[in-house]
């Protein structure tokens, strides 16, 4: 009998009947933070992520089935160790970057450290991952060091041979560097900048903090995806336009103005990197060069483009257009090398040529 | 120039679908579904129209997708369209949508088009467009 093939949203859509607060489930983040919501004190099993993970990679990235395991009774054992009995073998590590070790030590702190891993030949603990932290928790004093380590001695010839080598050492050589580059090439994933400021968010961070009090007060919220109403997706642009201060020094000033621009016009969408980000430039620019804008400006350039372009998407579209179809035209002195400049001098242009109630900076590309 | 449409479900639940299509396709589009049906038992219609140009109407159809997320039925090809809500739901959020966003987007004054109907409309569209 032919079997009705795994239909991956259908068991979404049946995993999710189950939760009162609906959340995203895709292949690249699962919304632990909305999934929450479901929780008393927001605390998720992780066996509840597990089945979602299950869904969401289906039954044929499933792993095959394996017999229970007990980590504890194989070849990988942690310990404390003191520092003469720490190695580097250069064969499967990296040059030491006594500039990255200066990094850390900075922003050290001894509740943080990961385990360092190892393999160990000979009585030998040699670091195929961790050494920049080692190196740190000596500059720290610490008397030992904690390891997680493959015990060479507890390989059997046969592992070795399956592995087709004949020499327990080489076998292990070729095993941590396999693994180092699991850890750190092959199998890394950066924090995504929402997971990130979410954390830092959550934990409190005075900054992000400040920078959420904007965004929220502004009428948005942060979001991984710009795909609900009133979503702020770019975090990374968010936090360099939240940076920029004033003459004393106030940060938030210009980001605040522009987001509360875009709320204003329109109320729904979510926000427009290239309409709030040009307008944030603008604001800042023209109170450098001494030119008041007034409240009455973000209504009528807010009206003209609804008028002229509609959504803000479209908007930045348009602009960008314009842009380009004057470069193509007549050429620019100055070309200019980032689109939040290029919508920034267009609207210059469009509010000239439209309005022109009063003075704005000069844009470098005019036409 | 692009056509967002609603389409009613033919068999009466509240089901109803949302989809965008070229001036130019329009009319192979609603022939592609009228072949579902036999001409004389139902005709298939777009029962609601809006238009526009084609970065709103793409948009629009993005941000109303998203909207409903998880009341479109996820069955692959040929189902992801269809949102289980009632029509007055739907028109409910297109209106909201559309004046939240400030989308060009614009209804159309019509009882329904079929095959027999879109070409006239297309061409009445294009003269408001000009």
């Known amino acids: ?367 | 120039m692009k056509l967002l449409y609603l389409m009613r479900d033919p068999f009466g639940s509240d089901a109803n679908k949302i989809g965008i299509t070229s001036f130019r396709s329009a009319k192979v589009r609603l022939g592609t579904y009228q072949n579902s049906f036999p001409g004389k038992s139902h005709l298939a219609t777009f029962n609601r129209v809006w238009y526009g140009e084609d970065n709103p109407v793409k948009e629009l159809e993005k941000t109303l997708k998203n909207q409903f997320g998880y009341a479109i039925q996820f069955e692959g090809r040929g189902f992801t369209e269809w949102v289980y809500e009632k029509e007055e739901t739907i028109l409910k959020q297109i209106n909201e949508t559309i004046a939240g966003y400030h989308y060009h987007v614009f209804p159309v004054n019509t009882d329904g088009e079929n095959v027999y109907t879109i070409e006239e409309l297309i061409k009445r569209l294009e003269k408001v467009d000009t």
Request: hydrophobic share 35%; with cysteine; aromatic share 12%.
């Open chain 1, 1 to 367: 009998m032919k079997t009705k093939p795994y239909n991956r949203l259908v068991e979404i859509d049946k995993y999710l009947s189950k939760f009162t607060v609906s959340f995203e489930m895709k292949d690249d983040a699962i919304d632990t933070r909305t999934m929450a919501d479901n929780y008393e004190n927001g605390i998720i099993p992780l066996a509840d992520i597990a089945d979602a993970i299950d869904i969401v990679l289906g039954p044929q990235k499933h792993p095959q089935e394996k017999d229970p395991f007990d980590p504890r009774t194989g070849v990988v054992k942690f310990d404390y160790v003191g520092w003469e009995q720490l190695f580097l073998w250069p064969r499967f590590q990296r040059d030491v970057a006594p500039n990255h070790l200066y990094k850390i030590q900075q922003d050290f702190d001894p509740t943080c450290v990961i385990v360092p891993t190892a393999i160990k030949i000979d009585s030998k603990y040699m670091l195929w991952d961790g050494h920049h932290t080692a190196q740190a928790m000596k500059r720290q004093n610490y008397t030992k060091f904690p390891v997680w380590y493959i015990d060479t001695d507890l390989i059997t010839d046969d592992e070795v041979s399956d592995a087709g080598f004949d020499d327990k050492v080489e076998y292990g050589v070729w095993l941590a560097g396999q693994n180092m580059i699991r850890i750190n090439s092959r199998n890394k994933r950066t924090l995504h900048p929402y997971d990130e400021y979410m954390i830092l968010l959550e934990t409190k961070d005075t900054h992000t903090v400040h920078m959420n009090n904007i965004l929220t007060s502004a009428g948005f919220y942060p979001k991984r995806n710009p795909n609900t109403n009133n979503a702020f997706s770019q975090i990374k642009s968010g936090q360099v336009i939240f940076d920029m201060a004033d003459d004393y020094g106030v940060k938030g000033k210009y980001f605040k103005r522009a987001l509360k621009f875009h709320k204003q016009t329109w109320d729904l969408a979510p926000a427009e990197l290239e309409v709030w980000r040009p307008m944030a430039l603008l604001y800042k620019e023209a109170e450098v060069q001494g030119f008041a804008l007034d409240e009455e400006f973000d209504k009528e350039l807010g009206d003209l483009f609804v008028k002229k372009f509609g959504d803000p998407n479209t908007v930045q579209q348009s602009l960008k257009d314009e842009y380009y179809n004057e470069l193509h035209t007549n050429g620019f002195k100055e070309p200019r090398d980032h689109d939040q400049w290029r919508v920034y001098d267009a609207i210059i242009n469009l509010y000239n040529k439209n309005i022109k109630r009063i003075q704005l900076p000069t844009a470098l590309c005019r036409w």
